[in-house]
């Protein structure tokens, strides 16, 4: 048993639900824990009873958190073991607990299980959170910048959150994501003139630039929108092939009546005369 207690206190804090009344707000509470790395649920005086299949079945796959869960009689027993204890409230409390934000409060827990110790965070009933007293139980307070007007959380959007700060507190990089982009080498200005050359062609066949005279100010205005942008190789390659179909269609020959290649005006001219021979048939 101390084995498990001491690989549960090395996964983070343990989420306490001081007596939930809906099974699928547990599960849904398990479910953002395992999102973000936590495991350690315990549950003080659900109201429908432990185990509970809503829970698990609300958990999405969670289950590793919902059969570890752990039912405590009172709160007290809930925390005997914990070194330090977060209590979360929508509310001003009559007491002298300092006050945390949830990015803060994910820090101080992650420094706190770095030095060893066991921490927790406390989490109220779904109508009205928690007592003055059950908040006494608590080391600090942590509450969210919510609007005033609407400040109540469900208690699963509340785990979380603090769930959410509990691991970001621990990259070395708070804003690194586990995918990116890909990584595209910037196009070369030869690219780039390329396909400004390719495309003033294509405009100056259809008359897009009218009147004449001001085709050199049209044409810096367009160098400008296209360079803005900074393309890498592979995004000049779609422009092109974009300008490419739309240089090969045209509204006597739209897209659906074929492909370019059977366009006569792109026919060889041997090809050409034998359709049109076919055609006369």
């Given at each position: 048993m101390q084995a498990s207690n001491d690989i549960l206190a090395a996964t983070g804090p343990a989420i306490i639900l001081v007596e939930p009344q809906l099974g699928e707000n547990i599960?849904?509470?398990?479910?953002?824990?395992?999102?973000?790395?936590?495991?350690?649920?315990?549950?003080?005086?659900?109201?429908d009873g432990w185990p509970n299949e809503k829970a698990r079945a609300a958990a999405s796959r969670a289950d590793h958190v919902i059969d570890a869960a752990r039912v405590f009689d009172d709160l007290a027993s809930?925390?005997?073991?914990?070194?330090?204890?977060?209590?979360?409230?929508?509310?001003?409390?009559?007491?002298?607990?300092?006050?945390?934000?949830?990015?803060?409060?994910?820090?101080?827990?992650r420094a706190r299980q770095?030095?060893?110790q066991r921490t927790g965070i406390l989490f109220g009933r779904e109508r009205f959170g928690l007592y003055n007293d059950e908040v006494g139980l608590a080391d600090?307070?942590?509450?969210?910048p919510v609007d005033p007007a609407f400040s109540s959380l469900n208690i699963a959007q509340a785990a979380l959150l603090m769930s959410y700060e509990w691991m970001k507190s621990g990259l070395e990089?708070?804003?690194?994501?586990?995918?990116?982009?890909?990584?595209?080498?910037?196009?070369?200005?030869?690219?780039?003139?390329?396909?400004?050359?390719?495309?003033?062609?294509?405009?100056?066949?259809?008359?897009?630039?009218?009147?004449?005279?001001?085709?050199?100010?049209?044409?810096?205005?367009?160098?400008?929108?296209?360079?803005?942008?900074?393309?890498?190789?592979?995004e000049l390659k779609v422009l092109r092939g974009i300008i490419s179909s739309l240089d090969r269609f045209s509204p006597a020959m739209p897209r659906g009546d074929g492909s370019p290649g059977d366009d006569p005006r792109r026919l060889p001219a041997a090809a050409a005369k034998a359709r049109k021979a076919t055609d006369k048939e």
């Open positions: 599960g849904m509470v398990a479910r953002a824990m395992a999102n973000f790395g936590l495991s350690e649920l315990r549950l003080v005086n659900p109201r809930a925390v005997a073991d914990l070194n330090f204890v977060f209590a979360t409230t929508a509310r001003a409390r009559d007491n002298f607990k300092p006050v945390r934000g949830p990015v803060e409060a994910g820090r101080a827990l770095r030095s060893g600090e307070i942590v509450t969210f990089d708070e804003t690194k994501t586990n995918f990116s982009s890909p990584d595209m080498m910037p196009a070369t200005k030869e690219q780039l003139h390329g396909l400004f050359a390719y495309l003033e062609g294509a405009l100056e066949a259809r008359g897009y630039f009218r009147p004449a005279p001001k085709k050199p100010k049209m044409v810096d205005n367009l160098r400008a929108v296209l360079t803005r942008a900074g393309f890498a190789e592979p």
